[in-house]
């Protein structure tokens, strides 16, 4: 079992404290299936998409919060995608999430370092484990600053529980506020606000998921794999369908398939995540 990001550095007054639905996407992308899907996917020597040798994937978690996810998957990126020479990306509203990224992905790959320490006559820089990682974050809504057919992985744990409406997005002022010029009252009205960014999905559950959804067919790139969770609120199974009809670009057609769920309930599968991808015929 690969072991969680520590996010005991992370505040979680504005930020998404790691949840069931956080685990779920951990349990997924380190799962025997998906590894071996991936590391199929993403191995030089069986990519149809890119000439070998393939460059290295670009992952992006969009809407980031704690980072927990997307240093879970940078981290263990041997291990879940066969390859290190990994790319690291984060978005997010909230200023401090972009903060928390960061520094929750640079100490997960630190930790990682150190728990694969070869023994002394083994030099660090000739193991294939232990290859350098780029990280950064964007204080941006979703994916909407990417340059259309970068991302290779996205990744993408939305607010998904059915509300009368959205949340407005943070303003300038909203993200620049010295919260220690706040009083209790202002601070507990700015913190509820941040939190209900996190949760808060509109009709049903999926107002801001659409408009992720809307943008893969930009963002991602040939090669590129979307995960995106969702509750039973969302209907899932129609999502799937739905994506499946998207007209693809005359070479490849839209896949998507259910590949993790978190259980039944009343009949329903709980929290599931999707996978969208392009399959292209040669």
């Not at 899907?37 to 992006?60: G, K, Y």
């Amino acid at each position: 079992m690969l072991p969680t990001p520590s996010t005991s550095h992370v505040s979680f007054d504005t930020i998404y404290e790691p949840s069931e639905d956080s685990y779920l996407f951990l349990d997924t992308l380190s799962s025997a299936s998906e590894s071996a899907w991936l590391t199929t996917h993403f191995h030089p020597s069986t990519s149809t998409t890119t000439p070998s040798p393939s460059p290295s994937p670009l992952i992006l978690e969009v809407g980031s919060g704690s980072g927990v996810v997307l240093a879970f998957v940078t981290a263990n990126s041997q291990q879940i995608l066969g390859r290190s020479d990994v790319l690291a990306l984060g978005t997010d509203v909230n200023r401090n999430a972009c903060a928390a990224t960061k520094q929750t992905v640079l100490k997960a790959i630190e930790d990682h370092h150190h728990q694969q320490q070869q023994p002394p006559s083994t030099s660090p820089s000739t193991s294939p484990d232990l290859k350098p990682t780029i990280t950064s974050t964007l204080l941006t809504d979703l994916a909407s600053p990417i340059r259309p057919g970068t991302i290779d992985i996205l990744l993408f744990n939305p607010p998904y529980v059915p509300t009368p409406e959205l949340p407005s997005l943070p303003t300038t002022t909203t993200t620049t506020t010295d919260i220690s010029t706040l009083s209790r009252s202002e601070k507990f009205e700015q913190e509820s606000y941040y939190l209900s960014l996190t949760y808060a999905g509109g009709k049903d559950g999926m107002e801001t998921t659409e408009r992720l959804l809307g943008d893969i067919p930009r963002v991602l790139s040939p090669r590129g794999v979307a995960y995106v969770l969702l509750c039973a609120q969302n209907r899932p199974r129609e999502v799937v369908e739905r994506i499946r009809g998207w007209e693809g670009d005359g070479k490849g057609r839209w896949c998507a398939e259910l590949v993790g769920s978190s259980g039944v309930q009343a009949g329903w599968e709980k929290l599931v995540i999707v996978r969208v991808w392009r399959e292209f015929t040669i």
